[in-house]
């Protein structure tokens, strides 16, 4: 009997969606148990620190918190299949695991909670059964439920942006359709670290919620059945006739995937220039040690960084977490040849990005003991 790993989560986490797609991607075998079962609060949460998801429970009993942590495990213990060669492949696939981490929470929120006449009954059928049943179970799903559309808010969705958030996601929706017409992942023929980053936001809430899904299968049918072959151990490309292997060759980056990019580079920018600002001013009044816990939102939900985009000025939570994911990137830049570096500048450069590789914290972060912690 093969031993499988165990992990916790839920059908309609966002961030499970990511761990779970590359568990299945390369036929890794494993339950997954909701985090409302008992043995969660008991044995994992006191090994994993915080009572978020996705967790998981090697065969070996190693408990590993956070999707980033779940998929580098793997990577590091099988030779890092999912990682291209190439200098440019690698920057966009670090890229794509940020802005799905990162980048498209405003979107996810927004189609979740804002739509509560095609949404509400799916989701209160799943935060209902991810509660043990017992006292007081509805009161429990209805305060996990007012606590998630809070969190759409620390996210930057206010009362009066809907209209701009779907404008500036149909943009990206139908920019990403396009590129998923030509090539069934981001980068070619086999996924990469950023199509399991992608998945995050674009399973649990945009690619299943009852709204979103509509959407998505209406206006983004190449997108749809990316979202279906990233929960399929096979490749599952079938409409690809001459279908190839692999990521593409000499270090390609499709235009599609530069307009893509271009598209996502209008948020992304400003909004890391401003939660790095608004981190670092945190940082010098407080001046936080070495191991010190680098809680997701600082200041208790009350660090909001404000941006402008297409004239839209948005207000939302400063994000230490963004700086780890963003840490890769750099780190990784840092490694390449002066030939490469060229390369990677150019290509950035068209995308609207390059501002990425000098946008800092004045401290680093790091994972210590399964905790975001302040280096």
Sequence with gaps: MVEKHILYGIPHSLYTGRARSYLIK?????????????????????????????????????????????????????????????ARQQT??????????????????????????????????????????????????????????????????????????????????QALNEHFSNVPYLLGWKPCIGDFGLMAPMFAHLGRDPKPLALMQREAIHVYRWVERMNRAESDTAEFFEAGHGYLEQDEIPETLVKVL?????????????????INHWLADNQPSHGTSASRYLGKNKSMAEFTVRGEIIAAGAQPYRFFMLQKIQDGYLKFSKKDKLLVDDLLEQCGLKEMLDIKLTQRLGQEDNLEVWL
């Design 26 to 86: 390369n036929r890794i075998p494993f339950n997954e148990l909701s985090c409302g079962h008992e043995s969660f609060k008991a044995d994992i949460v006191p090994s994993a620190k915080l009572a978020t998801i996705p967790v998981l429970k090697t065969t070996s009993g190693e408990v590993i918190r956070d999707g980033a942590a779940i998929i580098e495990y793997f990577e590091l213990a099988n030779g890092r299949p999912c990682l291209p060669k190439g």
């Design 262 to 278: 271009s598209i996502l580079a209008e948020d992304l920018v400003p909004e890391t220039q401003a939660a790095a600002l608004s």
């Design 92 to 173: 966009i696939s670090h890229l794509f695991d940020l802005i799905g981490c990162e980048g498209l929470l405003r979107p996810a929120m927004h189609y979740r909670w804002n739509f509560p006449e095609e949404n509400l009954e799916f989701l209160k059928y799943h935060f209902f059964n991810a509660q043990r049943a017992g006292p007081n179970r509805q009161e429990k799903t209805d305060y996990m439920m007012d606590r998630m559309r809070f969190a759409g808010r620390i996210f930057g969705v206010s009362d009066n942006n809907h209209s701009f958030i779907e404008e500036l996601y149909m943009d990206f929706l």
